[in-house]
C-alpha cells in the first residue's frame, strides 16, 4: 500500500516529511534556489528492502539494463518522484560521479544530432567511459572528418536548444515491435537482453530523440557545457568479427571549458610518455610484425631494465620466506580440466596442441604448476605457510584489437606466487601480501595508490566455483585485513576471479592515471580440486588454503607504466646507460677507458662516446637517450683525475673528483633514489 507522505532523511540528520511524489529537485530547492542550480542528480537510498521500494514506478521493470538491488544508493533524476522513505544525497558537480552522468548525456546529444544530420543512421549504446563517452552507429557510408565537424556543431545546437531530459516507459512488448519495424536491430537486441517479459521499458526523450536507457541524465541538455568529438574507430556489433562493422564515434565533456583545456594538456603529455613510441626512441623494446602481435621483443637497454627489475623482485622474495621455482610454459591439458581453467578461462587460453601422448595447452597461468610442487611431497602444519614465487611466462589470448604495446600482450611474465597456508594463516599472509605490494610501489618510485576488493556475484553460479559457505570466509578475510590495516578500499562486486575474491592495488602515476598492477587472491578452490593436504597437530589430514599474488602484475606491464610514468627518465639505479662518457678529443680517449673502467668496477653501467664528432653533439646524443649523467673531460680533467658533470634536467654541474663522483652515484644506486 502506498504512503501519501514520506520521510527523507539529509546528510546532515535532518529528516524532512514531505507528499509522496516528492522529487530530489524539489527538496533542493526548498533548501536553497542556488543548490538547486548546481544539482545534476541525486543519490538515493530507500529504507525499505521491500520488492514494493519503488522510484519513478520502477518496480518489476528488471531494472532496465540490469537487476537493481533496492537496499542499496543508486543515482536517480532529480525529477523523480520519490514514492519511500529513503536517504536523500545531493549531487553537485563536485562529486566524482556526476562527471559520468554528464558524459553520458553527453552520448544522447551525440546521438541527436547524428540523426538529425543522417536519419539513416542506427543506434547502437553509448556509455560514459573513464575519459568520456561513444557512441556505436550503424550506417552503410562511413563518416568521414568533415561529418565530425557537422555533428560537433548540431551537438552545439541541442545544448543551446536546453531540452529537458525526460523519463518515459513503456510496455516491452511494444517497444520491440517499434523498434523492429524501425530495423533498429541492436537496440532490438538491448530490449530483448535486459528486460524481462511484460515489463516496463525506460526510454529517455530530449526534444524529438528517444532512447532506450536507464538513466540518468543531467535535468537538461543546456547542462552539457563542453563537449568535444575526439576520435572515430570502428567496432564489431557484440564484438564479434562476423557481425556488422560499427563506427565508434569518441568523445569527452567536462562541466567547464577550463576543465577540458586541463584535460587536452594532460593528454598531450601523456602522449609525450606513450611507451611504445619511446620504447622505440630509446632502443627498449619491439613487437615485431613477422612473429605476430603482442608478443614482445626486449631490446638490450630494455633487457638491463628488466634484469635489475626482476633482480630486485627475486631477493626481495627470498628475504621474505619464499622459495624460488620454475615451470614448464606447456602442460596436459588434462591439467587444466583439474584445475577449472578449462571450463571457466578457456576462452582466454590457446587451443590445444596434439603431442605423441596427449593434448596440451600453453600455460596462462602459474599456479596448477606450483599446486603440483606443493603436492610432490607431503607437508605437516610445520611446513606451512609455504611460499612458491616463480617469474614465468604465460600466454593468454587477446584479440587483436585490444592490444596496446606492453600493456596488452599475448605473451608476458608473471611476477607470479603462491601461498599454501592453514585457515588460521591466511589473514597474516594476506597482510604481508599487501604489504609486499607497497614496498614493491614505493620502490619504483609510486607514492601513491588506491584498493579495490572485488567479490562474486552469487547469483551468477556459471561463473564462479565454491560454496556460499567458502565465498564468505575468503570475502570476509579480505575485508578484515584492509579493515585491520586502515586501508581505505571500494568494493567491486562480480569482479572476484572463478576461484575466489581479490584484492587489487591500483598505482597512481605522476599524470594521476590509476593503473591495475598488483593483486592479492583468496582461493579456497583449487587446493578442493587437487586434494591438497596437510598433517595438522591432531594428525589428521586437512585441506590448505592458498593465496594467489603478482606484484608487478607482469613484468611487461610494469616496466610499460614505468616508462611513461618516468616519461623514459629513468632513476639511476634503474637506467639502462646510467652514465654516458664524453672525450672532448681523440688524445682523451685513454682518460675515458680508465674512468670507463673505475665506473665499471663500482658497479656502475657506461657507455663512452669515443666517435671522431663533436663533442656538443656527443652530449646531445646521450641527453636524446635520457642518460641520467653525462661525464666531459679534456686537459684540464684529466690532469686533476676529475670530470665535468652534467646531470639530466639540471644541465652542467662543474668539475668533481673522479673518485667523489663515484661515491655519489653509487650511494644514490644503493638507495635507489628517484633524485639525482
Known amino acids: 500500500m502506498s504512503k501519501s507522505t514520506i520521510a527523507i532523511h539529509l546528510p546532515d540528520g535532518a529528516v524532512r516529511e514531505v507528499p509522496a511524489g516528492t522529487t530530489p529537485l524539489d527538496i533542493a530547492n526548498s533548501i536553497s534556489p542556488r543548490l538547486a542550480a548546481v544539482c545534476v542528480v541525486a543519490r538515493l537510498t530507500p529504507l525499505t528492502t521491500e520488492a514494493t521500494a519503488t522510484v519513478d514506478g520502477e518496480s518489476g521493470e528488471a531494472a532496465m539494463y540490469s537487476a537493481e538491488d533496492k537496499s542499496t544508493a543508486r543515482l536517480v533524476d532529480l525529477s523523480a518522484p520519490m514514492t519511500e522513505d529513503a536517504k536523500l544525497e545531493l549531487v553537485t558537480e563536485r562529486d566524482a560521479e556526476a562527471l559520468k552522468v554528464v558524459r553520458h548525456s553527453a552520448a544522447h546529444v551525440m546521438a541527436t544530432a547524428v540523426l538529425e544530420l543522417f536519419p539513416e543512421t542506427k543506434l547502437g549504446h553509448g556509455p560514459a567511459t573513464d575519459a568520456g563517452f561513444f557512441y556505436d552507429f550503424y550506417r552503410d557510408k562511413p563518416f568521414t572528418p568533415e561529418d565530425l565537424v557537422l555533428i560537433e556543431a548540431k551537438m552545439a545546437e541541442v545544448i543551446a536548444r536546453n531540452e529537458e531530459f525526460v523519463r518515459e516507459h513503456e510496455l516491452r512488448e511494444k517497444a520491440l515491435d517499434e523498434f523492429s519495424r524501425e530495423g533498429e536491430f541492436m537496440k532490438t537486441h538491448f530490449v530483448t537482453k535486459f528486460t524481462e517479459p511484460g515489463a516496463q521499458v525506460s526510454f529517455y526523450r530530449n526534444g524529438k530523440f528517444v532512447d532506450f536507457c536507464r538513466g540518468p541524465h543531467v535535468p537538461s541538455t543546456g547542462r552539457v557545457k563542453a563537449v568535444k568529438i575526439t576520435s572515430l574507430a570502428g567496432a564489431y556489433w557484440l564484438g564479434d568479427e562476423k557481425n556488422p562493422q560499427l563506427q565508434r564515434i569518441h568523445g569527452t565533456a567536462f562541466f567547464s571549458a ?273 586434494e591438497l593436504e596437510y598433517v595438522g597437530e591432531d594428525g589428521e589430514r586437512h585441506q590448505p588454503v592458498m593465496v594467489h599474488r603478482a606484484l608487478f602484475g607482469s613484468v611487461e606491464r610494469f616496466f610499460g607504466v614505468l616508462i611513461e610514468h618516468y616519461a623514459g627518465a629513468f632513476p639511476l639505479w634503474l637506467a639502462p646507460v646510467q652514465i654516458g662518457l664524453v672525450p672532448i678529443s681523440e688524445k682523451h680517449v685513454a682518460y675515458a677507458a680508465k674512468v670507463e673502467a673505475e665506473l665499471k668496477a663500482a658497479g656502475l653501467r657506461v657507455e663512452t662516446d669515443a666517435r671522431n664528432e663533436k663533442m656538443n653533439s656527443k652530449i646531445r646524443d646521450f641527453a636524446n637517450q635520457k642518460t641520467p649523467y653525462i661525464l666531459v673531460f679534456g686537459d684540464k680533467e684529466e690532469g686533476a683525475g676529475a670530470v665535468s658533470v652534467r646531470t639530466r634536467g639540471k644541465g652542467d654541474q662543474g668539475a668533481m673528483g673522479l673518485a667523489e663522483f663515484v661515491a655519489k652515484a653509487t650511494g644514490l644506486v644503493a638507495s635507489q633514489s628517484t633524485e639525482l
Request: hydrophobic share 35%.
Open 258 to 530: 577550463k576543465e577540458m583545456d586541463e584535460h587536452f594538456k594532460r593528454l598531450e603529455e601523456a602522449a609525450k610518455r606513450d611507451h611504445r613510441l619511446l620504447g622505440k626512441q630509446l632502443d627498449l623494446f619491439s613487437i615485431q610484425e613477422l612473429a605476430g602481435p603482442g608478443l614482445v621483443f626486449w631490446h638490450p637497454k630494455g633487457g638491463i631494465v628488466r634484469k635489475v627489475m626482476e633482480d630486485w623482485m627475486r631477493e626481495e622474495c627470498l628475504r621474505r620466506g619464499y622459495f624460488l621455482v620454475n615451470t614448464p610454459h606447456v602442460m596436459r591439458r588434462e591439467l587444466w580440466k583439474v584445475s577449472g581453467h578449462e571450463g571457466f578461462y578457456s576462452g582466454n587460453m590457446y587451443t590445444p596442441m596434439e603431442l605423441d601422448d596427449a593434448e596440451y595447452r600453453l600455460k596462462p597461468m602459474n599456479c596448477p604448476g606450483h599446486i603440483l610442487i606443493y603436492k610432490n611431497s607431503p607437508k605437516s602444519y610445520r611446513d606451512l605457510p609455504v611460499r612458491y614465487a616463480e617469474l614465468g611466462n604465460v600466454y593468454r589470448y587477446e584479440r587483436s584489437g585490444t592490444m596496446h604495446g606492453l600493456l596488452r600482450v599475448r605473451g608476458f611474465t608473471q611476477d607470479d606466487a603462491h601461498i599454501f597456508c592453514t585457515p588460521g594463516q591466511i589473514e597474516s599472509e594476506v597482510a604481508a601480501c599487501i604489504d609486499f605490494a607497497e614496498a614493491v610501489l614505493k620502490t619504483f618510485g609510486f607514492n601513491e595508490f588506491k584498493v579495490e576488493l572485488s567479490t562474486w556475484d552469487p547469483n551468477d553460479r556459471e561463473h564462479y566455483a565454491g560454496s556460499d559457505e567458502n565465498w564468505s570466509l575468503a570475502i570476509n578475510s579480505l575485508d578484515s585485513v584492509l579493515k585491520s590495516k586502515g586501508i581505505p578500499y571500494k568494493t567491486i562486486p562480480g569482479e572476484a576471479a572463478f576461484y575466489g575474491p581479490k584484492i587489487d592495488v591500483k598505482l597512481v602515476d605522476v599524470l594521476g592515471r590509476l593503473w591495475q598492477l598488483s593483486t592479492v587472491q583468496f582461493d579456497f578452490n583449487l587446493p578442493a580440486r587437487f
